[in-house]
């Protein structure tokens, strides 16, 4: 077995950020490696996932997952190389998913890593389009929304991992009209002539009802929430009715630091009978084969694209954590270490 190196770096939360996360609430820290204890891997990360969701993670709130511990390393998914086995199962060279990312080398209970085949797709892809976000998608749309052939569907984020999924996945299952809003013109443009969607706007050009309006001239029978204020009243104004909202994620406000106002114009799921659901991906985890095997197939057949936007550089982690709250990625954000 080659040498291990002497140590390793990650990314520790040393102040809970209030409002938007600055610089100095993180530091990049080395930490000693040592061969794995029994029953565990030493993995060498080649990629790690910045989420949206690590957003509320630096909060010290009770919340579905538990929130980063100050001073330790943060952690999330993750694909790398093993490097050190003492375990069944799993050689040096092996390549696996698991929920360690946030640092160089990770050592990783055998139990709590996936492999992954890096001929099969990029290893990357495991953690956008064939991974977490990509069965937000398709969780989302299909399970949660209930979506049907002709169905009219909206998605906000659409340029983003789980949104661009979303759009494409509704368009290939016979959505009537595929509406997607983004942050920028050139998103824009990738949406209705790359992804196939029939209409997009560029939310930050106008209010995003009155967009919405002129983008859906017949309304909407599904909306797909990944922004929350403006663009949920908007959708709400533009459903038909029996329509269905997957509430998958509100970005727009995980930097709020006064409460957030309601959609004024809620009382409208009473007369047009709306169905508003909140998702969390973990809990369609048994749709994952079947996520898995179709998606792959559309990818194969060039039906479905996806785009990555990657940050190379481990001492880049913070910054691309918050360029993803900005908006700098197109698709899923991702920290490669592979340079
Ligand atoms: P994205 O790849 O979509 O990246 C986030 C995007 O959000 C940015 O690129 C930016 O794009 C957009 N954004 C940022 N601020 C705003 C704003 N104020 N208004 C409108 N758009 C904004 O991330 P993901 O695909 O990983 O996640 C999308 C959503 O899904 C998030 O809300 C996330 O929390 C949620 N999610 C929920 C899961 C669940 O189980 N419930 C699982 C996974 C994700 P732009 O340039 O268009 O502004």
Not at 4 to 10: H, I, V
Not at 122 to 132: D, H, K, T, W
Not at 231 to 252: P, Q, Y
């Amino acid at each position: 077995m080659s040498a291990l190196p002497a140590t390793s770096r990650e990314w520790h939360l040393v102040a809970r950020p209030h409002g938007w996360p600055a610089a100095e609430d993180f530091a990049l820290r080395e930490a000693p490696v040592s061969e794995p204890a029994a029953g565990r891997l030493l993995v060498r990360n080649l990629y790690f996932s910045v989420d949206p969701y690590m957003r509320g993670r630096m909060n010290d709130v009770k919340s579905y997952v538990p929130p980063f511990q100050l001073d330790r390393p943060m952690d999330g998914a993750a694909v790398g190389e093993v490097i050190a086995s003492g375990v069944d199962g799993f050689a040096v060279g092996d390549h696996v998913l698991h929920g360690l990312g946030w640092r160089e080398i990770a050592e990783v209970p055998a139990e709590q890593a996936v492999k992954v085949d890096g001929s099969l797709a990029p290893l990357s892809a495991y953690l956008g389009v064939l991974g977490m976000t990509g069965l937000t998608a398709y969780a989302g749309l299909f399970e949660v929304a209930s979506f049907k052939e002709g169905d009219a569907v909206f998605v906000s984020g659409a340029a983003g991992a789980v949104g661009s999924q979303v759009g494409q996945l509704a368009r290939i299952k016979g959505a009537s009209r595929v509406i997607g809003s983004a942050g920028s013109d050139d998103k824009v443009k990738l949406l209705t002539e790359e992804y196939g969607f029939d209409a997009a706007f560029n939310y930050k050009k106008g209010p995003v009802a009155e967009q919405l309006a002129e983008a859906a001239p017949d309304g909407i029978d599904v909306y797909f929430d990944n922004v929350g204020g403006e663009h949920l009243e908007a959708a709400l104004s533009s459903f038909n009715v029996h329509g269905r909202a997957t509430i998958c994620g509100m970005i727009s406000l995980y930097n709020s630091t006064e409460p957030t106002p309601a959609p004024r114009n809620l009382a409208l799921v009473i007369g047009k009978r709306l169905r508003l659901q909140g998702m969390l991906v973990n809990d369609h985890r048994h749709l994952q084969s079947q996520f898995v095997q179709e998606v792959a197939g559309w990818i194969g057949s060039g039906e479905l694209k996806y785009s990555e936007t990657l940050v190379e550089g481990i001492e880049h982690g913070y910054e691309a954590f918050v360029g993803l709250l900005r908006g700098e990625n197109t698709g899923k954000m991702i920290v490669s270490l592979t340079g």
